[in-house]
């Protein structure tokens, strides 16, 4: 498989996902984490799983996978196949061919029109890691990495550039003009000030490189720490 990377949007989207063990669970962790609608069909849950539906944080349809079940949720953008009964992920497979949604069927790679990758996440910040389905370990292993790379700092960095950028397009420059300097802030020291939580110098920095009726002081100040 040679994939093509995309961040999507699942904000109160309907996903399903079929089964609900070990890796439903992990699953169901991140999509609940992109704001998904998660509806499970599964006859069991397991403890984690079955909190989620007590509190309504997910629905819970106590049923073996049916294709009409899927015809009840004909709304889904996602099928996620997970249980450990090779026969009923490929049913799921074919129910969703036939229906044109995405589907990740967890232990078959040759029947996902997507793969999950490893992830972290420092505030808007995600980094996402895939071997194409060649070592998931690996991918895990990289993410680890990873998290010890791109600290706190990240959320925060990501945050001030957030605020900069919407000041220093409202000046109405060329965009050619806007990415040398969203260049050269990046290229600075500012990363380093935030990580010693240093809000003077991260203004002072920026001070140095914006446009003099620029001020960077609201964009660093919003900062929930100060
Ligand atoms: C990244 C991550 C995301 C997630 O699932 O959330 C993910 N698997 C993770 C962990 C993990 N999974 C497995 C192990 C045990 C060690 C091992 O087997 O390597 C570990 C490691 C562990 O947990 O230690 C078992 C496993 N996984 C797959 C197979 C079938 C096969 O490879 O044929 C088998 C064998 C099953 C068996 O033996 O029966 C298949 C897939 N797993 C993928 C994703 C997709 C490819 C991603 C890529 O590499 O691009 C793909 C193709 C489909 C999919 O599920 O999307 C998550 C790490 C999260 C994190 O820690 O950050
Ligand atoms: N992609 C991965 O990262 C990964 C990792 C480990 C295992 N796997 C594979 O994923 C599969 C599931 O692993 P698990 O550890 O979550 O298993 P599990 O035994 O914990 O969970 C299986 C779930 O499927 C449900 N189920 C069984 N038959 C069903 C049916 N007809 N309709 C609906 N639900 C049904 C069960 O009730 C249970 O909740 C296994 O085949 C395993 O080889 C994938």
Same mark, same amino acid.
């Given at each position: ?40 069909? *599964? ?7 079955? %909190? =989620? ?57 040759? =029947?996902? +029109? ?6 972290? +996440? ?6 996402? !890691? /895939? +071997?194409?389905? /060649? ?10 990495? &990873? ?26 420059? *060329? *965009? ?31 001070? *140095?490189? &914006? ?8 964009? !660093?100040?919003? /900062?929930?720490? %100060?």
């Amino acid at each position: 498989m040679k994939p093509y990377p995309v961040m999507m949007n699942l904000e109160q989207r309907k996903v399903l996902v079929i089964g609900g063990g070990r890796v439903a669970r992990r699953k169901v962790g991140s999509l609940l984490d992109s704001g998904a609608s998660v509806v499970i069909i *599964s006859p069991e849950l397991d403890l984690e799983l079955r %909190n =989620l539906a007590d509190k309504a944080a997910i629905e819970w349809v106590r049923a073996e996978f049916d294709e009409s079940l899927m015809d009840a949720h004909s709304d889904a953008i996602l099928v996620f196949g997970t249980t450990d009964n090779r026969e009923v992920n490929v049913r799921v497979y074919r129910a969703c061919v036939a229906r044109k949604i995405p589907c990740n069927i967890a232990d078959v790679p040759d =029947l996902c +029109t997507f793969i999950v990758p490893a992830v972290i +996440t420092q505030g808007d910040l995600m980094i996402a !890691v /895939s +071997t194409g389905g /060649s070592s998931p370990a690996l991918a895990r292993k990289i993410r680890e990495d &990873l998290e010890q790379r791109f600290g706190p700092e990240y959320a925060e960095m990501t945050r001030v550039m957030g605020e900069l950028r919407k000041l220093i397009l409202a000046e109405g420059k *060329s *965009s050619d003009q806007n990415k040398l300097l969203f260049t050269e802030i990046v290229d600075s020291g500012i990363l380093d000030a935030l990580k010693e939580n240093d809000r003077d110098r991260v203004i002072q920095i920026l001070r *140095s490189i &914006l446009p003099t009726d620029v001020n960077p002081e609201s964009a !660093v100040k919003n /900062s929930p720490e %100060n």
